[in-house]
């Protein structure tokens, strides 16, 4: 037995096996094995047997009859992987439907050994995973597959359970639109598990995204992004300029969620005027007249408000921002729907709910 590898109940001792059946044993070997990588340094043969032999009862994957398909494990603790034998090359099979999956807080990267032959497992049993696996079961997407395979898949965890599929997404996508998107439900709920997987239609912008989004926090989550399968990439020098701008993109996002998730009648929109430009009475005018337009389209208007620098050319609070008070929070929703992302003057518009009671006191600063 190789050093800390552990044996289960069930695996025949290696003296008392017979011949036949020991050719046998080491012939199907490298059919049998699953590379598990990015293991936390918490993992250990135990916890990694206990946890494979579990997901796979609860996919329907073990097909080999009643009883554990973890035959042993064998975990190397500096390089953070380990080798998990099957006491079958079907289920083997099956564990590759497990790529990604979360154990202990973490994505793991489910993976065929180097030594694995497809030619010769191509006569001992299936190659590929049962089609009818249930996945859903341990927060995994059936359908997946097709759009988020391959190492630029993208992990992002501590999601705020109220977050919807939505606001993840246009999160994620201000780095460029997405060929793959899963936002992990639980299945009997229906609810937001905190963690999603995504992959940009553009590639180059993946160790950018996982830069600048690694580490903000949401409300009281931080939240958690790298390459789901081989860990958190730092970006090249030449992106260095790219992740700048992508960081300030964050900050902006990140004042959309936080300005509230329940809608209010308040609309503040920034990134849409500037200070030099309220300076001028005229063009000030103009700027609330284009606003009150603008406002308009999405509902019953109740009042415009854009503050000014005071005469002497001092900043005041809420400088920079345009405020849209509506009759009811259908308009203003509308209007934030419609508002956010759109580019006025060259500048790309963030729209966030704004509190009635600060407004209504006149505070814009909050």
Avoid: W
């Amino acid at each position: 037995m190789l050093p800390n590898m552990l044996s289960l109940p069930g695996q025949f001792p290696a003296l008392q096996m017979m011949p036949v059946q020991a050719m046998t044993q080491q012939a199907t070997r490298h059919a049998r094995r699953v590379y598990v990588g990015g293991l936390p340094p918490t993992a250990n043969e135990q916890s990694v047997a206990i946890f494979f032999n579990q997901v796979m009862n609860a996919i329907g994957g073990n097909t080999a009859g009643p009883g554990d398909a973890v035959l042993n494990v064998y975990i190397n603790h500096d390089k953070k992987f380990a080798f998990v034998e099957m006491r079958s090359v079907e289920e083997a099979s099956n564990a590759m439907a497990l790529d990604g999956i979360i154990f202990e807080g973490a994505p793991v990267k489910v993976r065929r050994p180097t030594d694995y032959n497809p030619s010769l497992a191509a006569a001992l049993g299936p190659s590929q995973p049962n089609p009818n696996l249930n996945l859903a079961a341990v927060g995994l997407s059936p359908g997946s597959a097709s759009g988020l395979e391959g190492p630029d898949r993208i992990f992002v965890g501590g999601l705020p359970y109220y977050f919807t599929e939505a606001q993840v997404r246009e999160l994620l996508e201000s780095f460029g639109p997405l060929r793959g998107f899963d936002l992990v439900k639980d299945r009997e709920t229906g609810n937001s598990k905190g963690y999603a997987f995504c992959v940009y239609q553009d590639l180059s912008v993946t160790d950018i995204a996982c830069a600048a989004l690694n580490g903000i926090k949401m409300g009281d989550k931080t939240l958690t992004v790298r390459r789901a399968n081989q860990g958190q990439l730092q970006p090249r020098p030449e992106q260095e300029s790219i992740l700048l701008q992508a960081q300030q993109q964050v900050a902006l996002q990140k004042l959309v969620f936080q300005g509230g998730v329940v809608p209010t009648k308040v609309v503040c929109l920034t990134q849409v005027v500037s200070a030099d430009e309220l300076g001028d009475d005229e063009e000030y005018e103009d700027i609330m007249e284009d606003m009150r337009t603008e406002g308009e389209k999405y509902g019953k208007l109740v009042k415009v408000v854009i503050p000014r620098p005071s005469p002497d050319g001092q900043q005041l609070p809420g400088v920079g921002k345009v405020f849209l008070e509506f009759e009811d929070t259908d308009g203003a929703s509308k209007a934030r729907a419609g508002l956010h992302g759109r580019k006025f003057g060259g500048n790309q518009v963030v729209a966030v709910y704004y509190p009635e009671n600060k407004f209504s006191v006149g505070e814009y600063d909050a």
